[in-house]
């Protein structure tokens, strides 16, 4: 059972539009929140991040929000730009002390600006 | 700076050979990962490492085995191929407990087996 899910597969949105990309998790242990982009043919590359002590962080075009009690994030990129067109991932890493900065994730949403 | 180097980038197996993928990183860092991506199933983990001379399962590890002999190396053996190991492989590596460093991920390899 996946515990990060990514629920839309595929987005498509206008240059200069916002693209909103949604994740939800189901266990309670997830304390911080990363969002990847991934291009063909190369590794995911580390976007922005979250920890659960905050509901929102920012970083130039791109915001990510925290739900905690709705166990629900998003990442917002304002505005959307064709260089933008990748697939996301979401991922969770949980509260544990155990070694390992382990992360679960998400199975992407694949994101098509058109110009 | 090369960051994460894995070799080769693209193999062809038949069933029961082995093989053995190379991860290599130059940043000096304590954890490395290794990773399967399949379509509609995100990246998951297969082993991990938390320093030289340790490993330790991952999500789904069957099928697989690991080695750290060096620090910046990290070698993912498949001793007897199966069709359902067919993905793209990835390594990452991470510095060790700080986790707003996040994981720094290599180009993959994309792996077939017949």
């Known amino acids: 059972d996946q515990q990060v899910k990514q629920n839309s597969p595929s987005l498509s949105v206008q240059e200069g539009r916002i693209s909103i990309l949604n994740c939800d998790y189901t266990?309670?242990?997830?304390?911080?929140f990363l969002w990847y982009k991934k291009y063909p043919a190369e590794g995911p590359t580390f976007l922005i991040s979250?920890?659960?002590?905050?509901d929102k962080n920012e970083d130039g075009r791109f915001t990510v929000f925290l739900n905690k009690s709705a166990k629900h994030l998003s990442l917002h990129i304002v505005p959307s730009q064709p260089g933008d067109s990748a697939v996301y991932f979401c991922?969770?890493?949980?509260?544990?002390?155990?070694?390992?900065?382990?992360?679960?994730f998400g199975g992407g949403t694949r994101v098509l600006v058109k110009p | 700076n090369a960051g994460v180097t894995q070799t080769p980038k693209f193999r062809v197996l038949k069933t029961g050979q082995s093989m053995t993928l190379l991860c290599a990183q130059d940043?000096?860092?304590?954890?490395m990962y290794w990773y399967r991506q399949d379509p509609g199933m995100g990246l998951r983990l297969i082993h991990y490492?938390?320093?030289?001379?340790?490993?330790a399962k991952g999500e789904v590890p069957d099928g697989y085995n690991v080695s750290r002999l060096k620090k910046q190396n990290f070698l993912l053996g498949l001793e007897s191929a199966a069709p359902s190991q067919t993905s793209v492989y990835f390594c990452?590596?991470?510095?060790?407990?700080?986790?707003?460093?996040?994981?720094?991920f290599g180009d993959g390899t994309r792996l077939s087996i017949l």
């Open positions: 990452a590596s991470s510095n060790h407990r700080d986790r707003s460093q996040p994981q720094h």
């Open positions: 266990n309670s242990m997830f304390d911080y």
């Open positions: 979250i920890s659960s002590i905050k």
């Open positions: 991922a969770a890493s949980p509260t544990t002390k155990a070694a390992g900065n382990k992360l679960t």
């Open positions: 940043m000096n860092h304590e954890y």
């Open positions: 490492s938390v320093g030289e001379g340790t490993t």
